[in-house]
């Protein structure tokens, strides 16, 4: 069997990605700086979309996909007037309009209707599948087909910024949600359509890379900062801004087993824990505080694993 060649390091950066390269691209240029033996991330963003992309390392790329349901929070600006085939300024225009006056409490009025749980129709320029094809592959053929509206909380929008061409929001969605779809039905909400111009990814799950009420906000890692950190320290100073992978799961309940359960649980025996939830799933640590990974209550009472980390 080949070697897995790279470091065998384990945890998470939240890395701030840049426009115009890809997820993926991003995600090869964190995990060689890094020297990892493996790397993740957590749910992919367009090229044309900055912002925050936790980058996970070895066996925290086992609970990225538990991410991928987690709520995110973006910063999005609209221009008001211009409509495109893609929902963002990488489109053809198709459609020019007046911009009727707008203030404050017009785009408020219209900001409520949106707020909540409401139905979304997936746009055609979008990673969905369709018959083993991607939409956006047939939009770029000039295809359109019928898409099944999915259910989308937005638990919050903010209106950040109002001018006579643009608006700018804070926009906190559950999973699923497209922005660009949220800003043209915005716009048509407002008789004049509208455009993204301006795409950010500031929250994700636990974590925040700008501050927000009482949260002070976590650093987020640009990459000529992680290259800087890498030529000043090496890797020693690499690591130092390596998160644990239990930070990645505060939304889950803590649960501490006792000395006698660590090795059933440790070899996928289901065990009695006292005081343990009784639904969902919920991490699970030894007594000396290091985290095992995620267990879940059976229906006889007994805790059982469901994702476990190698002992280190």
């Known amino acids: 069997m080949a070697k897995r060649r790279g470091r065998p390091i384990n945890g998470i950066v939240l890395f701030d990605k840049p426009l115009d390269i890809s997820s993926n691209h991003a995600l090869q240029r964190v995990k060689r700086l890094f020297q990892a033996a493996k790397a993740g991330h957590t749910g992919s963003l367009d090229p044309a979309a900055s912002g925050l992309l936790p980058v996970c390392f070895g066996q925290a790329t086992r609970i990225s996909?538990?991410?991928l349901d987690a709520d995110?929070?973006?910063?999005?600006t609209g221009r008001l007037g211009t409509?495109?085939?893609s929902g963002d300024l990488e489109g053809e225009v198709i459609e020019v309009r007046e911009v009727p006056p707008i203030d404050e409490a017009r785009m408020e009025s219209v900001l409520a209707g949106f707020r909540g749980r409401v139905e979304q129709i997936p746009p055609m320029y979008s990673a969905l599948k369709q018959n083993g094809k991607r939409l956006y592959e047939l939009a770029r053929e000039g295809k359109t087909v019928e898409r099944k509206a999915r259910t989308i909380d937005f638990h919050d929008i903010t209106l950040e910024r109002l001018t006579e061409e643009s608006f700018t929001l804070r926009v906190h969605s559950s999973k699923g949600a497209y922005i660009r779809t949220l800003v043209?039905?915005?716009g048509d909400a407002l008789d004049c359509g509208a455009v993204v111009t301006e795409?950010?990814?500031i929250g994700l799950g636990p974590w925040s890379i700008e501050p927000s009420g009482d949260q002070s906000?976590?650093?987020g890692w640009r990459l000529d900062e992680l290259e800087e950190l890498a030529s000043e320290g090496g890797l020693e100073a690499l690591d130092r801004v390596i998160l644990p992978t239990d930070s990645a799961l505060d939304a889950y309940p803590a649960v501490v087993l006792d000395a006698a359960s660590v090795n059933p649980i440790r070899h996928g025996h289901p065990v009695f824990v006292p005081k343990a939830p009784q639904t969902g799933w919920f991490?699970?640590?030894s007594p000396d505080d290091l985290f095992l990974g995620m267990g879940e209550v059976l229906d006889d009472g007994r805790t059982a694993p469901r994702r476990l980390f190698a002992a280190l």
């Open 199 to 201: 795409l950010r990814r």
């Open 83 to 85: 409509k495109t085939d």
């Open 283 to 285: 991490r699970l640590y």
């Open 72 to 76: 995110k929070t973006y910063r999005v």
């Open 217 to 219: 906000g976590q650093r």
């Open 184 to 186: 043209e039905d915005i």
């Open 65 to 67: 996909g538990l991410l």
